[in-house]
């Protein structure tokens, strides 16, 4: 075979530098992320299904980034002219694992981030969207799926060419589908923790933290937004890889940074330090099981007295009025939080 037409790792230059080096970092960035919560939330021992879904999505992740990489030494986010055959067809390749591994990896990562919103919502009002962008989720990753699947005819036809395939102006109806629905799904993932914060009172920092939060959600749902733009490059002839790169590009800042909105939330809320009791039991999120139970009657006051003061205790259960410190918890046990007032008055005899 003529060397020319052998496979060889390309040298990066323009996009597909572009692309190695976002890739590399927020993979970085991302593990970061995934193990600080991975390790705050074990020693609590606060693990939900939001975390479980939020680890499988970051690893399925990373594999997507490892192809990403490797797809650009093989063509993807280079130009025709620097690439022969058995490059070409690689990096088609690895365009259509990209494809299978986020749609594996998005509806997983909106999915946890679902269950995290449900988990601290209060009102239906704020839960039912959230089941509703679930929903969606699974059904476009299932239709996606099955689009990747029936496009051409063998399978390997889709990196190879040699079959039949579905012409690609059909195929970019269910594309621009696809993303249209992303789009809304995104920016309902990112509109409802505001409603939901926006009758709050709580610190400064927590609605820094918050708004930081959001504005992330809002970067993911605008990398998004950009990505349909170069949804058409499906249909190129010419310097397909190269034009792709835009979308693949796109979608790695989108997936990490949904891990990253994702996880921020629960690296703080379980950062934060806890009373603990050796005889107190916690369910899988640090709620103590005493406050689901039901609510205790409030024992009568105690009242001491001295020879100059008198001491009145009074023990408690419920708000306290503090309404700086109710929202700076993982879950509302803070409503039904045991409180002890204590008033001093001096006596005279």
């Not at 999505?57 to 490797?70: P, T």
């Not at 299978?100 to 449900?118: E, G, M, N, V």
């Not at 399978?155 to 079959?163: H, L, V």
């Not at 409802?192 to 609605?207: C, D, N, Q």
């Amino acid at each position: 075979m003529d060397e020319s037409q052998t496979w060889h790792a390309l040298q990066l230059s323009g996009l597909a530098l572009l692309i190695v080096v976002i890739t590399i970092l927020l993979t970085v960035l991302n593990l970061v992320v995934l193990l600080l919560r991975g390790y705050i939330r074990t020693i609590n021992h606060s693990n939900g299904i939001e975390d479980h879904l939020m680890y499988i999505g970051g690893i399925i992740n990373l594999g997507l980034n490892i192809a990403v990489v490797y797809g650009c030494y093989t063509g993807i986010g280079s130009f025709d002219h620097k690439l022969n055959a058995s490059i070409a067809t690689e990096g088609a390749k690895m365009v259509t694992v990209w494809q299978l591994l986020y749609l594996t990896c998005s509806p997983i990562i909106k999915i946890s981030i679902c269950a995290t919103l449900i988990r601290v919502a209060s009102q239906r009002r704020y839960t039912y969207p959230l089941y509703v962008v679930s929903i969606l989720a699974i059904a476009m990753s299932v239709m996606g799926i099955i689009c990747v699947f029936v496009q051409c005819t063998p399978f390997t036809a889709s990196w190879t060419g040699k079959g039949k395939c579905i012409p690609a102006d059909v195929m970019m109806i269910p594309a621009y589908i696809f993303s249209a629905v992303n789009i809304a799904m995104d920016w309902t993932i990112t509109i409802v923790p505001a409603f939901m914060l926006w009758s709050l009172r709580i610190r400064r920092y927590l609605k820094l933290l918050a708004s930081g939060i959001l504005g992330i959600g809002i970067l993911a749902s605008t990398a998004m937004i950009v990505r349909m733009i170069y949804v058409l490059s499906y249909g190129k002839s010419t310097n397909k890889l190269h034009k792709i790169g835009y979308i693949i590009l796109w979608a790695v800042v989108e997936i990490s940074l949904g891990i990253i909105a994702g996880s921020l939330p629960s690296v703080h809320q379980s950062s934060k330090g806890r009373s603990k009791d050796s005889t107190s039991r916690r369910d899988s999120y640090g709620t103590e099981l005493g406050t689901i139970v039901g609510r205790r009657r409030r024992p009568p006051p105690i009242v001491p007295t001295y020879n100059d003061y008198e001491v009145t205790t009074t023990i408690g259960q419920g708000d306290d009025g503090n309404n700086d410190t109710d929202f700076d918890k993982d879950d509302d046990s803070t409503r039904r939080m045991i409180y002890v007032t204590r008033e001093i008055q001096q006596t005279y005899s």
